[in-house]
């Protein structure tokens, strides 16, 4: 028989059931809270709503929940507030990978690679957390940014002592990694040695080798992506971009409008930096029209699609155009570059704009912050030395402190300008300053020769060549190409053993005799022959490789078509002034691309209006 309950009994169940129940609540209700607080952490986008939830944390006690506190981080690492994320950081009991990662990650974020390896040492150095493959990207990342290759090579180790010499995201990291640091071999390695590729690590080789003057390469691996993945993968806008300034550095103007053609099936014509290489492709392939068209359908232009266009009309001689589109550019509150300047300068120099480049340069520090370096110092001395003010141009050379690079750049353009303008004297130092740093030797033998060949004195350009052959040194041969078809013609001065060598001496000589009928006179007053006869000057004079060039363009290319011939030394004036000639001559457009600029003949008349 059943004995009934006592009071308290019942009273003591009574409070139990409900205290159990507002326990369950009170989980319900925090489980939803804490579910919520994420997902409004994850909406924060401002610094003020995120110390807002940072603070309703603290109150609900979820302040040291893991998964809690690295969304909070994650939240000022978008927000660029790096340093409160450091600050939650230090106050975690035990941060996960999680935490260490999303720290790391927002110290390149924000600029800080440094203090990102630093982080990453401190990770490494405690060893109770171990990275994952997104820490390792991320790190690998921070030496990309600082061009570290020996601290890169040491995460590189790290990866294949972890086993993760497979992992897609790494892999892709390192191609990037050692693209960036200039060893492409070793990014090479890297992406051969990987199983399965994707997109991103495809773009990433691609990448590395157009970023590091291998444009030839670079379009292989386009092409090899497109036939062994077009199925699977579709390039991205990154990937376009590297394929079409790998088609810029070569000149290659087919591949170039094939590449546009895929950027606008695609849809990426609105991206700025997409439609911005393809201006810079195509005033690099000698077709600024091109350039400019593509220019005015870019809706909103930013900084860097005005100093591409500025830039590709400077390299034709339109310095009134690069004005004028750096005034517009101002006029829409698009503040310049260094890099902008250095385009503008250039343009004032290839179109005697002196006193403009002149206020250009004093209007940097004053009107936009910019403080000039030898960059911009190189083009104002180009500027002053085309003018034929060389006593100016060599102050201020000697005035400016530079490396070995730059001052490469600065004293060979100085050097250029004192034999153009018959200044021995000025010549002389500038060779000495290329020669003691070990830049640009053989040029500077071959110029400091050259200038006193044209002054007279054969002496000392005799004992210049001959110090040269004793030193082993050595000019680079000049060399011309042309593009026909999507193939590449090589030509070399001189070398009739090229394709059709018979007829394009016959078709060279036929244009001198109609040259000459027009008052053509071979040899100018910079071509200087040593130890050479009289009557040999003409011929060697017309077998230069631009000429050999031209003339297998003339055999080839259709009338109504555009000729581009590409140069890898400066033209010479006797072959300006043939060039000019033969435009009228045969009725053709011929554009030459060498090493300093862009000559367009049509009409027995240059773009460059002689001054070049």
């Known amino acids: 028989m059943k004995m009934p309950l006592k009071q308290n009994v019942i009273y003591t169940l009574s409070r139990t059931s409900i205290c159990i129940s507002r326990l369950n609540n009170l989980h319900y209700y925090n489980y939803h809270t804490k579910a919520e607080l994420n997902h409004q952490l994850k909406n924060c986008n401002n610094l003020l709503s995120s110390t807002s939830e940072h603070a309703n944390i603290v109150k609900l006690g979820f302040i040291n929940d893991t998964f809690t506190a690295n969304n909070l981080i994650n939240c000022y690492v978008r927000c660029r507030e790096i340093e409160h994320g450091r600050k939650l950081f230090d106050e975690m009991a035990e941060p996960n990978v999680v935490s260490w990662t999303s720290l790391i990650a927002g110290y390149v974020n924000a600029g800080c690679p440094k ?72 990014a090479r390695r890297v992406f051969d040695s990987m199983e399965g590729k994707n997109v991103v690590s495809w773009t990433s080789m691609v990448t590395a080798y157009a970023q590091n003057g291998k444009g030839y390469e670079a379009l292989e691996i386009f092409r090899e992506f497109n036939g ?7 390039p991205n806008q990154f990937m376009l971009t590297s394929v079409v300034s790998a088609c810029a550095s070569l000149g290659k103007l087919i591949a170039g409008k094939v590449t546009h053609g895929a950027v606008i099936r695609r849809g990426y014509f609105s991206i700025n930096v997409v439609a911005t290489s393809l201006v810079d492709m195509y005033a690099k392939c000698g077709f600024l029209n091109y350039s400019l068209r593509v220019f005015s359908k870019i809706s909103n232009p930013c900084m860097i699609a005005y100093t591409s266009m500025i830039a590709g009309a400077a390299k034709f001689g339109h310095g009134k155009l690069s004005l004028e589109l750096f005034e517009e550019m101002i006029s829409r509150n698009i503040k310049p570059s260094s890099v902008t300047f250095v385009g503008v300068l250039h343009a004032c120099s290839h179109s ?28 104002v001395v180009d500027m002053l030395g085309r003018v034929g003010r060389l006593d100016e141009a060599y102050r201020l050379a000697k005035s400016i402190s530079v490396g070995p690079d730059d001052g490469a750049l600065l004293w060979g353009t100085l050097l250029s300008a004192s034999r153009l303008q018959g200044r021995v004297d000025i010549a002389t130092e500038a060779s000495k300053w290329l020669i003691a740093a070990n830049q640009q030797v053989a040029a500077a033998y071959v110029t400091l020769s050259n200038a006193h060949a044209l002054a007279g004195n054969w002496e000392h350009a005799h004992g210049l060549r001959s110090q040269m052959k004793h030193n082993g040194i050595y000019k680079k041969p000049g060399c011309s190409w042309v593009e026909i078809k999507d193939s590449t013609y090589l030509f070399y001065a001189g070398d009739l053993s090229c394709d059709r060598g018979s007829e394009l001496l016959k078709l060279l000589r036929e244009l001198e005799k109609k040259m000459k009928m027009k008052g053509y006179v071979g040899g100018s007053k910079d071509l200087v022959f040593v130890d050479v006869e009289e009557e040999a000057k003409d011929e060697m004079v017309s077998l230069h490789s631009e000429r050999l060039a031209l003339a297998f363009a003339l055999l080839m290319v259709p009338k109504g078509v555009s000729i581009r ?48």
């Open 565 to 612: 011939v590409m140069k890898n030394l400066r033209m010479c004036r006797d072959c300006h002034e043939a060039f000019k000639m033969i435009s009228e001559i045969t009725e053709r457009d011929i554009i030459v691309r060498d090493v300093n600029r862009f000559h367009h003949f049509t009409n027995g008349c240059c773009t460059c209006k002689d001054f070049w």
């Open 115 to 186: 203090k990102a390896l630093f982080l990453f040492g401190k990770l490494v150095e405690g060893g109770n957390v171990m990275p994952n493959e997104f820490t390792l990207a991320t790190v690998i990342n921070s030496c990309s940014v600082l061009a570290h290759l020996e601290v890169g090579k040491k995460i590189h180790a790290r990866v294949e002592i972890m086993g993760f010499q497979g992992n897609l995201v790494v892999c892709s990291s390192l191609i990037d990694m050692y693209g960036k640091c200039n060893d492409v071999e070793m």
């Open 228 to 234: 062994k993945t077009k199925m699977v993968n579709l």
């Open 352 to 379: 005697g704009l002196v006193e403009k480049g002149l206020g250009l340069l004093d209007s940097m520090t004053r009107k936009y912050g910019i403080v000039p370096d030898s960059k911009h110092y190189t083009c």
